[in-house]
């Protein structure tokens, strides 16, 4: 029988938001393969919910910035026994060059490891063009842009970014509301319209709503290929 136990520990820099932080365990847990408690990956959770907004900080440019905050979570999940990191906020990753000098340890980046995703599914379809399904944060920071573009894929985004972000707050406030599952069921249909070969969803909140995208429609979820990602190095 094959030894599913011996996992190496992963950290998670969570609270952003802390529905999004326990949405990601899910799915490394249903993601590892396991008979029983000591199969599974152990996590070191820091949900901290206190981080500064990265709305404020990145979109407003009113707010603190996070990256200290962020830094410091990141060395307290290394001394705690964390051999890698994980953070389930894509917005947050415009500090993962922040985090990743703060520690010896490696950052699964879920931005980059999504941008080798698309790029290995897109292969031969004849297209290049990505839509992405996130907070404005990352347009205005490029940071889907500069992981994507490095790989001669292009990004597409909804025209409307105030109401993607009003669906990202609505989930928020409110979890799983048919407002916010509307607002994304049409950033979709216009993603898909203007020809992109395959639409990530590049936000946790929208992650657990992400079946709101029409099911005909190439999807892939930032948070899956982070999970994924997560259970894979933990087995290695």
Do not use: W
Not at 85 to 101: D, K, V
Not at 146 to 155: H, K, P, Q, S, V
Not at 188 to 201: D, F, T
């Amino acid at each position: 029988m094959t030894d599913l136990s011996a996992k190496r520990r992963v950290g998670i820099l969570g609270g952003m938001g802390p529905e999004a932080t326990v949405f990601l365990m899910s799915r490394i847990i249903a993601m590892t393969p396991a008979h029983d408690d000591n199969d599974h990956v152990p996590l070191l959770v820091d949900n901290n919910t206190q981080v500064p907004s990265r709305i404020k900080a990145l979109i407003e440019g009113t707010g603190e910035d996070p990256g200290p905050v962020l830094a410091d979570m990141a060395r307290k999940l290394e001394q705690g026994g964390a051999e890698a990191l994980a953070m389930a906020c894509n917005t947050a990753h415009h500090y993962a060059p922040l985090i990743q000098a703060a520690v010896s340890i490696p950052l699964l980046n879920m931005v980059e490891l999504t941008a080798d995703a698309a790029a290995k599914s897109l292969g031969e379809s004849g297209t290049n063009r990505v839509g992405v399904l996130a907070s404005p944060a990352v347009q205005l920071t490029g940071l889907f842009d500069r992981y994507f573009g490095a790989r001669g894929l292009e990004i597409v985004y909804p025209s409307d970014s105030d109401a993607l972000l009003a669906c990202i707050k609505g989930v928020k406030a409110r979890g799983d509301n048919p407002q916010s599952r509307q607002q994304l069921k049409r950033a979709a249909i216009e993603l898909h319209e203007a020809g992109v070969g395959v639409i990530v969803v590049g936000c946790s909140e929208l992650s657990i709503i992400n079946d709101a995208v029409p099911a005909e429609f190439t999807m892939m979820d930032t948070l899956d290929v982070l999970a994924k990602a997560v259970v894979t190095f933990a087995s290695s």
